[in-house]
């Protein structure tokens, strides 16, 4: 059984910086991607960046291409999304996923493993 445990999560001024961590457990055999997504209220859940765990491919959304990037650590369990230059509309709960890797990368409904979500809030 995987599971992924978020955190990182925390209160920014508009312009800041922040790194959240996706640290993931268990059996990896059936895992290729891991993404973090973020949901704002009243919002549906966007795919934000996708890192691939056999070859370090990376995909990003388009709104934050140039200010966030996703890596791992070198033992593998450890997946970082380091964000810059951060917005208010970059405010909410970011969670971290794996998958198969199956489909689009950022598409949430290729996801069965989730994780409980860090709360990221970005204040001008």
């Known amino acids: 059984q995987v599971q992924v445990t978020e955190s990182g999560g925390r209160s920014v001024q508009s312009g800041g910086s922040l790194k959240l961590s996706c640290v993931v457990s268990?059996?990896?055999?059936?895992?290729?991607?891991v993404s973090w997504f973020r949901q704002a209220p009243g919002k549906q859940r966007e795919g934000v960046a996708s890192f691939w765990t056999r070859t370090d491919f990376t995909d990003y959304a388009t709104s934050v291409k140039g200010r966030f990037t996703i890596s791992q650590d070198d033992a593998g369990t450890t997946v970082y999304l380091d964000m810059k230059n951060l917005t208010a509309h970059d405010t909410g709960l970011y969670f971290c996923?794996?998958?198969?890797?199956?489909?689009?990368?950022?598409?949430?409904?290729?996801?069965?493993?989730w994780g409980q979500g860090t709360q990221v809030t970005v204040s001008s």
């Open positions: 268990g059996i990896m055999d059936s895992i290729y991607v």
């Open positions: 996923a794996a998958g198969p890797g199956e489909g689009s990368p950022l598409n949430p409904a290729n996801y069965r493993i």
